[in-house]
């Protein structure tokens, strides 16, 4: 509809692809974003480098959803990862897909992507108002009044809030969308950090401080069930563990320590050798070298800063020769090496997650438009709603997915 208002609140990826959908088709779009700059978590996204897809099927990809990845199959069904990876690569911007067919900018820099999304907004002369924070949204009638601190009023038909969750409060995902959205009768499912580091009760973790380890995989349990990681990378830190398996895993254990329980991690440090292949180079050191000393031999197997951290949890002296260690000690080193435990305490503060779990009630959301099922021209979409996943790129395509979809429903 031509002569349609619309207001997109927020400039993040959702909110800048749902003015460019809907100034696309012919409505008169004003994208306002608290910031003096557009896309400021988006420069941040895979180390800076904007892991803005995955290149893998719709099935696997609503997968990777914890729950609620059925919610997306009508915005993936309307603007895919295909038709993503189109839309930079036809506006000039090659693409790359990595190790677990994760899509990057060919060139590793995110601000080309930015670039790109800004050079559409100014082509499809979407009004930027930068710097302006929204108060308040009424609705009287058909038409909506945004509210805006020092500026005037904005009057229009159709709302689109996109302005994400409370996780990295310094881009200013302050949570002032749910708020407003909350106010207009929608429900806030509860907010918890996704993809986050996991602070430890253990001490040693912090001992090891930015020791990155390499193709291991951790399991992580409450006592009842668990989650098991693929192989990959775990790093050490000052508070805990994080690491590309520790952050894809931790959504769950984050509602498991919400609910009170006792979440235990355990690394298994070989998980291309059983048990039995260990111990049988146990023993086959041991009878090759027998006066080696423990510590010596266990350099082989274990990154130096981690031997005294296996020694002390194992028990054995130092100082022992290999002959000296008995059979209950090599069993206790068997253990360390398939499950080295680590108690978990709790997630790292909200703010500091890639991520914001929770969001607005996706009962209240009409999935094949992306508005309100409770409010008339009202949209909602990106990290604003209650979906989230997995690292890789799909929490960005379902930014961008749910944002083309809301701004085409708005304009339409």
Known sequence: MKDRNIVVIGGGPSGIMAAIRASELGCRVILIEKNAELGKKLLLTGKGRCNLTNNSGLESFIER?????????????????????????????????????????????????LDGLRRE????????????????????????????????????????????GVSYAATGSSGKGLKMAEELGHKVVSLRPGLIGLMTKDKYPKLLQGLPLKNIRITFSDGKKKVIS???????????????????LSGQVVDWLKKGKKVMAFIDLKPALSNAQIDAKFLRE??????????????????????????????????????QVTLQERKK?????????????????????????????LKEINPKTMESRLVEGLYLAGEIIDVDADTGGFNLQAAFSTGYLAGESAAK
């Open 333 to 361: 080193l068997l253990v360390l090496f398939k499950t080295l435990p680590i108690e978990i305490s709790r997630p790292r503060p909200i703010n500091m997650a890639m991520i914001t779990k929770g969001g607005i009630s």
């Open 230 to 248: 693929e192989i990959g990378e775990l790093m050490f830190t000052d508070f805990g563990i994080s690491g590309p398996l520790v952050l894809t």
């Open 286 to 323: 041991f009878k090759i070298s027998p006066k080696k000393g423990i510590k010596y031999f266990l350099r082989s197997m274990l990154p130096q800063r981690l031997i005294d951290v296996f020694l002390d949890l194992s028990g054995i002296e130092p100082d022992k020769t290999v002959s």
């Open 65 to 113: 959803f914890s729950g609620n990845g059925q919610f997306l199959r009508d915005a993936f069904k309307v603007f895919s990862n295909e038709d993503l990876m189109e839309f930079f690569e036809s506006r000039g911007i090659k693409l790359k897909t990595e190790r677990q067919q994760r899509v990057f900018p060919v060139s590793d820099k995110a601000i080309n992507i």
């Open 121 to 164: 907004l100014t082509k499809n002369r979407v009004k930027i108002y930068y710097n302006s924070e929204v108060t308040d949204i009424i609705k009287d009638n058909k038409v909506y009044s945004i509210k805006i601190i020092g500026k005037k009023d904005i009057l229009c038909e159709a709302v689109i809030i996109c302005t994400g």
